[in-house]
């Protein structure tokens, strides 16, 4: 079965660049997306077809996809963006998410 | 500005099916799909499956024998039934708007809105 790997941790300084990558097999042959998950709270997309950002959502969260692996780049990264960030793909016939990881800003 | 509701049993016993339903308000539930996803505490998301307001299912093949779901377009509902049901399937399960799209081969696909999720615990 297809799987999206994530690194399960980061850490990044208020105002850094914070770059989340998900890799996967030819995943630049597929649409990818990102959701954002706070705690206690359902996750909010934030990039759509690979570099689309839903209205509402801040400029400072952009997406590529090429190759093996989808990112993620949050510029000027807050405090408010700490939360836990979850790509997703579809492959035969399923949804397939990555295991997500856990951004701290500090 | 559609909106999202779970509801059903926050306890369920073993062997027994689980039950949910998803109102949506704010917008018509026709002609789009609709997914059913879950988070076990503390771990990752897994699609379950979606449904289209014709009644159309796919459901995730892991999960295929005990997944039923359904739609009630004048109700504005849909829902889930899982038949089975064990302590792994404890976990917060989501209602989701699903964009999909087959664009030249490839397939487009992403979850906007979300619930806001409700808590199944199976235990006897």
């Known amino acids: 079965s297809y799987e999206l790997t994530q690194p399960p941790s980061m850490s990044v300084s208020p105002g850094q660049t914070a770059s989340i990558t998900c890799s996967g097999d030819?995943?630049?042959?597929?649409?990818a997306c990102w959701y954002q998950q706070k705690p206690g709270q359902s996750p909010v997309l934030v990039i759509y077809?690979?570099?689309k950002r839903p209205s509402g959502i801040p400029e400072r969260f952009s997406g590529s996809n090429s190759g093996n692996t989808a990112t993620l780049t949050i510029s000027g990264t807050q405090a408010m963006d700490e939360a836990d960030y979850y790509c997703?793909?579809?492959?035969?016939?399923?949804?397939?998410f990555g295991g997500g990881t856990k951004l701290t800003v500090l | 500005q559609v909106q999202l509701q779970e509801s059903g049993p926050g306890l369920v016993k073993p062997s027994e099916t689980l039950s949910l339903t998803c109102t949506v308000s704010?917008?018509?539930?026709?002609?789009?799909?609709w997914s059913w996803i879950r988070q076990p505490a503390g771990k990752g998301l897994e699609w379950i499956g979606r449904?289209?307001?014709?009644?159309?299912?796919n459901y995730n093949p892991s999960l295929k024998s005990r997944v039923t779901m359904s739609v009630d377009t004048s109700k504005n509902q849909f829902s889930l039934k899982l038949s089975s049901v064990t302590a792994a399937d404890t976990a917060v399960y989501y209602c989701?708007?699903?964009?999909?799209?087959?664009?030249?081969?490839?397939?487009?696909?992403?979850?906007?809105?979300w619930g806001q999720g409700t808590l199944v615990t199976v235990s006897s």
């Open positions: 997703q793909a579809w492959d035969s016939s399923t949804v397939v």
């Open positions: 989701a708007r699903e964009k999909f799209e087959d664009i030249v081969g490839a397939i487009l696909n992403w979850f906007d809105p």
């Open positions: 449904i289209y307001t014709s009644g159309s299912t």
């Open positions: 077809q690979d570099t």
């Open positions: 704010g917008g018509s539930i026709s002609s789009y799909y």
């Open positions: 030819k995943l630049g042959d597929k649409y």
